[in-house]
T-cell receptor
């Protein structure tokens, strides 16, 4: 039973480029969460999605960031026109219901040059 | 805003020693979770404590939830190199956004053989 799969594990982008991070939840999980971990900081909530719906995006910057979880395929976190401050580890987690039993993926580490 | 403060930030001990790390808040949490995160990986849930005063044991790890549900501790007996990692505590936000977890910044533990 595969866990939460994230790819790419590492991504390097130059300032101004776009970054796309993908997350496939655990089998049977329909709730997806994205968290960001900056160096020396705790994980910060970004967005909570269910299939085809954004439930809560209050933790996501209003500009340049977007997330989706389509009916088919993985959830995608998209960062447009990346800046150096976007360099971080982005973690996806999934759950069977909206309860707090989350399974985290291994993360995608974005480096912006 | 609910905050979780973890201490110490860093801890380096010899194999076989005992240690305790702390997670404190001025806010009441309905539950607290402890995770361990290894370098390059995502957080892995160790335990959830729910009831004030609750004590849970996981082999050499003992977790305690404060009576007032504002703090928690993790005690490791006879630490081993395999215990090395970042220990994070997290709690659900109160109210409608309870699916959001607030994380502490973590305690980075190094166990030296």
């Amino acid at each position: 039973n595969a866990g939460v799969m994230q790819n790419p594990r590492h991504l390097v982008r130059r300032r101004g480029q776009e970054a796309r991070l993908r997350c496939s939840p655990m089998k049977g999980h329909s709730h997806v969460y994205w968290y960001r971990q900056l160096p020396e900081e705790g994980l910060k909530f970004m967005v909570y999605l269910q299939k085809e719906n954004i439930i809560d995006e209050s933790g996501m910057p209003k500009e340049r960031f977007s997330a989706e979880f389509p009916k088919e395929g993985p959830s995608i976190l998209r960062i447009q026109q990346v800046v150096r401050g976007d360099s971080a580890a982005y973690f996806c987690a999934s759950s069977r219901s909206g309860a707090n039993v989350l399974t985290f993926g291994a993360g995608s580490r974005l480096t912006v040059l | 805003t609910q905050l979780l403060e973890q201490s110490p930030q860093f801890l380096s001990i010899q194999e076989g020693e005992n240690l305790t790390v702390y997670c404190n808040s001025s806010s009441v949490f309905s539950s607290l979770q402890w995770y361990r995160q290894e370098p390059g990986e995502g957080p892995v849930l160790l335990v959830t404590v729910v009831t004030g005063g609750e004590v849970k044991k996981l082999k050499r790890l003992t977790f305690q939830f404060g009576d007032a549900r504002k703090d928690s501790s993790l005690h490791i007996t006879a630490a081993q190199p395999g215990d090395t990692g970042l220990y994070l505590c997290a709690g659900p936000n109160s109210g409608a956004g309870s699916y959001q977890l607030t994380f502490g910044k973590g305690t980075k533990l190094s166990v030296i053989p």
